[in-house]
């Protein structure tokens, strides 16, 4: 008997098969959890490629909504999945698609869609082997994904504007502005309120925004900074702004840019005629009456005093040609740009003739003792635009979207007078989705 009890010789079986059941379980359950992440993995990576598909899409045009759809819709096409045994197929099919205005809320036409949310159907898996041990199991998944078109701006000064044409056209106004058409903007101080055709500064992405380093950032030939649709401005320092473009004529002023005329960074334009003689001191030009040199003239009637904010886009091409040039104006030259690129294309930029002896300006650089280049053509600036009465707009704000990206040719040097802080722009191009492919650039962006 007491043998009997000793004997363990069957046991090991008893062991060995409650072992191998739990391990067969285990297996079974790692098998059949391993094809339900599988699943839901691939279910995800349709949701994502297909989000990203419609988002390229919504660039604001007419039709955006629906070329999303379309490129949803092909996007499905060439995903598929492979673990599913519902009996529904192997292609990734649609549940839903909303398009929306920001992470929340819906958007009502093509021009508010900047989000697409898609929906997959869901689809299942059934458990071969737990099966077995406890019965079917049935797991069911799916997948949602979030994708936005951005654009964002970058190389460009911190520099943004107020739209003028609210004053003009009504709060919400589009900017409107036409080529070759001039815009006088103007300070409108720390504390004051804003207006329409203000101008004033945006935050550098450094996050320093002292006065130096803001003049910096705008006087830089290749600021390192990129700006989305939504920008954080704030009033203008007119010692900053003046002092910073007025480098790109060759003019190195205090503060800030006085020992600065050797610093690439800070280079002039290759051609910086502004109706000014150099006299004895190239780095001090005193203004020019015709005959000897003549500035870019301004719109008839913002000279006039009956335009207030926007020019005509008439202007004395011709007095000026005569002046420095002589004779008429070449074919196809009829706005400001036009003549000043037609200058330097041509070898022409207005110089001092020493066969006549006259005393005409010189319009190339000076003063800096850096060669001037025209990549970036430094005359030229790009621009936020914004809707600040729309928009509410009181001394600093955050997030503040851009309705549009300025490109304009800066026509004179900014008056030294804080007080009368006030730049002429002429406009070369308006862009709010991916004309200047230099500038602005498409972000197409995951925000599940």
Known sequence: MTSLWRERSGTVAVQVAVTAAALLGAGALAIDLGRAMVLSSQLQNAADAAALAGAAELDGAPGAMVSAQAAIAGAFGANSQSHADDGLGATVAVAN???????????ADDTEARFVEVTVQPRSVTSSLIAALAGPKVVTTNARAIAGFMQVACRIPPLMICNPFEATLGV?????????????VKS?????????????LLDPPTGNTGASAIASFLASANPPNCYGPGVDIRPGQANSVRTALNTRFDMYEAPYFAGAKNNPAY???????????????????TTASPPQAMALPRDSCLIAGTCERFGDGVWDLAGYWTVNHGGSPPAGVTTRYQAYRWEIDNAAIPNADPATGTTLENGAPQCSGVAPSDNPDRRVLYMAVVNCLEQGIAGNDDDVPAIAYLEAFLTEPVPSAASQVAIYLEVVSVSTMGAMPDILHDMIQLYR
């Open 172 to 184: 919400g106004a589009p900017f409107s502005a036409t080529i070759g058409q001039q815009i006088l």
């Open 267 to 285: 280079r002039p334009a290759r051609n910086v005629t502004k109706g000014m003689v150099a006299g004895g001191n190239p780095c001090n030009p």
């Open 188 to 200: 409108q101080g720390q504390g004051a309120q804003w207006a329409p055709g203000t101008f004033g």
């Open 97 to 107: 698609v909303r398009f929306l205005r920001d992470a929340t809320n819906e958007a």
